[in-house]
Structure formats: C-alpha cells, structure tokens
C-alpha cells in the first residue's frame, strides 16, 4: 500500500508573513473609513456641488393669454380668464398614510365636496397619480383661497413640528379658460374656441393673431449650488378690436327676437354696415347660442329632440347653429336687385334720367309670360319711378338695353357670384348666369333679382358702392389688432377694391332711392326726423314645397345727402298667410333704424336743431 504524504504545517515564517498581511489590510481599511467619515464631515458639500453642476434643472412650460375681442368702443366681448382646476394622486394619498386623512378633510372642507365621494374616487383608482375633479374645474382664485391658506398653515405647523400633517397628493393647476362677457351677443362673428383652437367667427379666422407663445423657465446648478435660471418669458396674444358695436348688436337681436315672436319667420337676418370705409357694425339672425356653452342646442330644439338625436344629428344641428346666416345663406334677393340694373344702364348711357318705358302689367320674353306684382299696370315710367314702384317690365327693358355682355360685366363688377373676401370663414359664392347663357329670359328674371342667388354681404357690399360715390370698400368685421403693449400691429380703415359707379350715377340712385321712401313702395321704412333712402324685394321661392312662400326684404341707408349708415333687413317666409307683402320687412327696418341712428352718432333734423 501507498503510504499518505503526511501534512505540512505552517512554519513559523509563514505565519507571521500572513499576520502582517492581514495587519496591513485591517489598517488600510481603518484609513479608508477615516478617509470617508472625513469627507463626509468637511467635503461634502464640494462633491455635492460637483455632482449637481451637471446636472440640468428645466421648468414646465409658462402659460400665455389669448388675446381679447372687444368692440368698436372697447367692450370686450371675449377674454382669457386665469382659473383653477382641483387634481388629486390616489396613489400618493392611499400610501402616505399620515397625511392622507388630513389632506381628505381638507380637500372635502375648502371645496364643498362630499368626503365619501371623493375616497370613493381615490379607492376605484388606487394607481392613478393625476385625476383632475371635473367638478371643482375653472375655480375663480376666491374659490381656491381658504384651500391655499389652509396648505400655507399646514406647512407653517410642519415647519416647527415634524409630527404635524401637511396636504399631499393634491394640488392646483392654473390654466386660462376662454370666457364671453356677453353670453350670445353677436356669436355667430365672435366665434369659439375649442381646445386653444378658434372656432367659427373672429376666434377662428385670426386664430394666428390671439394666439401667443408659451414660455418656458430653464436653469442648472453652478459649483457654488446656486440655481442659475433663465426665463423665456410667455408672449401673450394680440387683442383684437372689432368693427362691432355692440350696443347696435344686442339691438337688432333683440328686435330680431321679437319680430320671430311677433310675427315667425324660416329666417330673419339683418346687416348693418359703414358705407364709407366696409365696416360691418351689426350682424345677427335669428339663430343665437351661449358663446359660453357652445354645445348647448337648447336655443333650437326641445330637450326631447336633443336626447333623441343620433351624435351625426347633433354634429349637424351645431354646424347650422354655428353658421353665420349674413355669408353663408344664399338665396334669390327680389326686387333689391332693381338698383344695380338702373345704375349699370346709367353708367353706360343705356338709359338717362329722362329716358322712358312702358309697363302694362305683363308681357311676353321668350316662352314665358313676365309681369308685374300683382299684374300692375304702371303705364310710362322712368328710371326713377321703376324704382319708386318697383316695376318689372321697366327694369326688364332697362337690362335689355344694357345687353348681355354689359350686364355679365356689371355683375361681376358688383362682386356677385364671387366672395367678397370677408374677414370670416365659409363665406359663400352665390350663382350668377355665365355670359354664355345671358339669353333674353335670363337677363329679363335676373334683372328683378330672379334666377340668380346671392348672399346679404354681397348684397350690401355692392349697394354701399351705389349710395357712396362708387368706392367698393372691401367688408370687414375686424378693425385693429394690437399687441400686448398696446401697440397697433395692423389697422384696416377701408379698402377702396374698385369703382363700380360714376359719382354721377350714384348721386341719381341716392335721389331716386329718397322717393322710393318718400313716396314709394318703401314708405313704410320712413323714420321721423330722418331722410331714409331704400328699396324693397319680394322673392317668389322656387324648389319643391316653396309654393306660396316669399323672402322679402329692405335694403336702405342714411341720411340721404352722406350717408353714414346702410342697412339690410331679410325676412325668408313671414309666418303669415298672404307673405308677398315688403311691408314687413319696411317696417322691422324702420323699428331698428329708429333705434340704432343715434347709437352710430346720426341724428335726425329735430335733434339737429337742438
């Protein structure tokens, strides 16, 4: 057998080799731990500061405010309000159990809310950080002051006692929310905004302009650890000024209101525009919303039509709502179209003051037997007394001599079948007949506002160039925008677009225009003290189930020698059984005319003569 090696034993040498090893490391590793508790006794604060110079300390953004809209006379008719909203961390306050009764029963005292309410919200959502209370959302900062207070003592008690409860997993969230002064007036021009977009009117098409630019807080700490910090402040947007008065405004609503109540109507629209520089001052139908709850359909149906309305329904039933009737609604305007006939044949000498025609009640274009209102015989008429009466067979001679291509000419010349280039959104074009199919019949039914549709801005667009010398101003709803240190960052006093009528021509038609008040069809626009000049329309409806049914209408102005105001009063099928009749329409406009003149500094003679 192989005898065992027999086990070698440390020598002496060895041992003590080993006992100086591990002498050294154990004195070695005290040094290091001198080393350590030394640096954390008298450098700490310079490896700290070493550490936190690279790093990067960044802010949230900081908020702008949207411009506001005011009127002509600066009341503000939209603005940007700073508000609150409540927002809650379930996780945070179900797990910081010291703190979580306290900053339940303070949430539940400064606030209103029910306490069970709320633990239920934060039970059902144990892994949520962010849960904003929908109910307490756009608090006013007197709706959030005892709960501020109430956090400042909290932290001031903490301070001094360790033991004392602060509020945590709840705070508050500035935001601006976009508020309207005047609820509905003048909605469908203001406009919306819908999530910090503009919607529809003012808000949407200068969007760019009430919009500002965030700003944002930035900074780092330097190796002394102070927090070095650089601003870029916020840029709020421009403030808008309209050409709205806004006193005008809530007038015509409001006799719009009551002659819907007095008398019904499909629609009732009025404009009211500066004929000397295209300022639109008044614009409303009768469809009117809460600028403040856009959504809200209540002002056009009944509460069970509404819950009964698929969402493709109500998306739209708030797209009609939303419309602005004065550029979007398109329609045959009757009679009102008179005067640009006579003042195109003027201009173009196919007719003069003292020309005449003869009108026997009907007669024949084409295939079609053409008459008067009623079949009127008004027997020899001029210029002027086509327009007092409001002749159709004299109108239809008139454009006869003016011929197709002159009659295609003035029509675009008046911008009709194109936009006007309005400062708003979904303006329409309206239908003219192409030059190629201005036959005989065509120019006959055109020439009494027949067979061709406009819209009410096109309209009084044009008509202010007949009464003003015959400067086309292009129309507009926004005079200035000015910037946040109240400079003026544009200005539109009146664009002169184009000549439409020799100064000649348009002081005939303010002449002819006075008689048709005066002793006209539209004597019933009469307003005491004032000198009104105007024309009248009845429009026959055409389509199916339009039988029986009429827009009438008033187009007018004053005074008659400057005129300084133009207005134009639509009323589409009178809730009444015989609706042929402008009378309706004369009289609404001479109610608002009344009432609106003296707002707009136009004063009649008897205040005059004061």
């Known amino acids: 057998m192989r005898r065992k090696k027999p086990i070698k034993k440390f020598s002496l040498k060895m041992k003590k080799t080993l006992i100086a090893v591990m002498f050294a490391v154990v004195v070695i590793f005290i040094g290091l731990l001198f080393r350590i508790f030394n640096i954390i006794e008298n450098d700490s604060d310079k490896y700290t500061k070493k550490v936190l110079s690279q790093q990067t300390y960044v802010s949230s953004n900081l908020l702008y405010k949207r411009g506001e809209i005011r009127d002509r006379n600066g009341t503000v008719m939209a603005i940007s309000v ?31 809310i029910d306490r069970a309410e709320l633990e239920q919200i934060i039970n059902s959502k144990p892994d949520s950080q ?61 406009g919306f905004v819908d999530n910090d977009q503009g919607n529809n009117g003012i808000e949407e098409y200068y969007n760019s302009e009430l919009t500002g630019s965030y700003g944002r807080e930035y900074g780092y700490f330097d190796a002394e650890l102070n927090l070095q910090r650089t601003i870029k402040p916020a840029v709020d947007g421009n403030n808008i000024v309209s050409t709205i008065d806004a006193n005008v405004q809530r007038i015509v609503e409001k006799q719009i209101n009551k002659q819907m109540k007095d008398m019904g109507a499909e629609n009732i629209a009025v404009m009211v525009m ?13 469809t009117l919303y809460d600028l403040n709850n856009p959504r809200n359909l209540s002002s056009m149906f009944t509460e069970d039509e509404i819950e009964h309305m698929s969402d493709e329904e109500k998306a739209t039933a708030l797209n009609e709502m939303w419309k602005t009737f004065g550029i979007s609604h398109t329609y045959e305007p009757g009679s009102t179209f008179k005067p640009f006939i006579v003042a195109a044949a003027l201009d173009e000498a196919a007719t003069n003051p003292n020309a005449t025609y003869v009108c026997n009640g009907k007669t024949q274009v084409g295939e079609y037997e053409i008459g008067c209102a009623n079949r009127t015989v008004h027997g020899t008429v001029t210029p002027k007394t086509i327009l007092m009466q409001s002749c159709n067979l004299g109108v239809m001679q008139i454009a006869a001599g003016l011929g197709r291509k ?26 003219i007949h192409p030059e190629s199919e201005l036959n005989t019949v065509e120019i006959a039914t055109s020439s ?49 677009v184009k000549q439409t009528v020799t100064e000649h021509t348009s002081s005939l038609i303010r002449e002819y225009l006075k008689e048709t008040v005066e002793a006209g069809t539209a004597v019933d626009a009469k307003v005491e003290g004032y000198d009104i000049g105007g024309k009248t329309g009845t429009a026959e409806k055409h389509g199916a189930d339009q039988e029986g049914n009429y827009i009438v209408s008033f187009i ?31 009289k609404f406009a001479s109610k608002i005319m009344k009432k609106i003149l003296p707002f707009l500094g136009v004063y009649g003679e008897a205040k005059s003569a004061e």
């Open 448 to 496: 009494f506002g027949q067979t061709q549709n406009v819209t009410m801005v096109q309209m009084l667009s044009a008509f202010c160039s007949l009464i003003n010398g015959g400067k086309y101003y292009a129309p507009h709803v926004v005079k200035e925008i000015i910037n946040e240190q109240n400079a003026v960052v544009k200005s539109n006093s009146g664009e002169i």
């Open 130 to 190: 962010y849960h904003v209370i929908t109910e307490k959302k756009g608090m006013t900062s007197d709706e959030i002051s005892a709960f501020e207070e109430a956090r400042e003592k909290a932290k001031e008690a903490a301070s001094k006692d360790s033991d004392s409860p602060v509020i945590t997993g709840v705070w508050l969230e500035e935001r601006y929310a976009r508020k309207y002064p005047l609820g509905e007036t003048a909605c469908n021009i203001i």
């Open 556 to 586: 007018g102005f004053a005074p008659t020698d400057n005129p300084q105001v133009a207005i134009y009063v639509l009323i589409d099928q009178p809730a009444v059984d015989d609706q042929a009749h402008s009378s309706y329409a004369t």
């Open 274 to 286: 500066n004929p000397n520089n295209g300022e639109i001052l008044a614009m409303a139908s009768d």
């Open 406 to 431: 002159q009659f295609y000419r003035y029509m675009n010349l008046y911008g009709f079948g194109s936009r006007t280039g309005i400062d708003l959104n979904r303006e329409e074009k309206g239908i």
């Open 82 to 112: 700073k508000v609150y909203d409540l927002v809650i961390s379930p996780k945070t306050l179900i797990e910081d159990e010291n703190n979580r009764d306290f900053s339940i029963q303070t949430v539940t005292d400064c606030f209103g």
